[in-house]
T-cell receptor, first 109, second 119 residues
Framework: SQQGEEDPQALSIQEGENATMNCSYKTSINNLQWYRQNSGRGLVHLILIRSNEREKHSGRLRVTLDTSKKSSSLLITASRAADTASYFCGETSGSRLTFGEGTQLTVNP | NAGVMQNPRHLVRRRGQEARLRCSPMKGHSHVYWYRQLPEEGLKFMVYLQKENIIDESGMPKERFSAEFPKEGPSILRIQQVVRGDSAAYFC?????????????????FGPGTRLTVL
């Protein structure tokens, strides 16, 4: 299976609901980075969480990291239609980022 | 403060031609990374460069692909004799790469990508 594997592959929710996306990784990471990609566009960096951190917040985003389970989650609270995008986690080992296939989030107005 | 810039944004080539993709990192960044994204897939690491040096090219095909990051000017990803399977979005990222005490790599900032279509 792929490293930096996101789950679910697709998620559809109503505006105002919370969205949770999970990511599992395989290596001993330096840090883990979450990105958003709108259709046909480049990646936008959301949050970087280091291997010695357990939780990090940025606005409506909350990221957790469980190094014992090699997993991370991204929570988007009070979702908006503009949050519709693909979300990728990238595990950083050394200097390389290894991405999974992403979670496609659709927020319905 | 301009972000990572890539050009061209769209590139169309016929089979057998050469494709040159350019990437200008963010100001102050001396580390550049190239990734490829096939349709409906995640990004795959290709190569990591510092000024005038290739640090890690383990994700780059051995043939037809090359990358450079000269002392002056942008980083170039070059694909010779393109084939249809090379059609993809190619993203460049840059980082300042200040290592923390934990030895952690820095945030990578991505450009808008170059969409290569091989006819």
């Amino acid at each position: 299976s792929q490293q930096g594997e996101e789950d679910p592959q697709a998620l559809s929710i109503q505006e105002g609901e919370n969205a949770t996306m999970n990511c599992s990784y395989k290596t001993s990471i330096n840090n883990l980075q979450w990105y958003r990609q709108n259709s046909g566009r480049g990646l936008v960096h959301l949050i970087l969480i280091r291997s010695n951190e357990r939780e990090k917040h940025s606005g409506r985003l909350r990221v957790t990291l469980d190094t014992s389970k090699k997993s991370s989650s991204l929570l988007i609270t009070a979702s908006r239609a503009a949050d519709t995008a693909s979300y990728f986690c990238g595990e950083t080992s050394g200097s390389r980022l290894t991405f999974g296939e992403g979670t496609q989030l659709t927020v319905n107005p | 403060n301009a972000g990572v810039m890539q050009n061209p944004r769209h590139l169309v080539r016929r089979r057998g031609q050469e494709a040159r993709l350019r990437c200008s990192p963010m100001k102050g960044h001396s580390h550049v990374y190239w990734y490829r994204q096939l349709p409906e897939e995640g990004l795959k690491f290709m190569v990591y460069l510092q000024k005038e040096n290739i640090i890690d090219e383990s994700g780059m095909p051995k043939e037809r692909f090359s990358a450079e990051f000269p002392k002056e000017g942008p980083s170039i990803l070059r694909i010779q004799q393109v084939v249809r399977g090379d059609s993809a979005a190619y993203f460049c990222a840059s980082s300042h790469h200040v290592l923390s005490l934990a030895g952690a790599a820095d945030t990578q900032y991505f450009g808008p990508g170059t969409r290569l279509t091989v006819l």
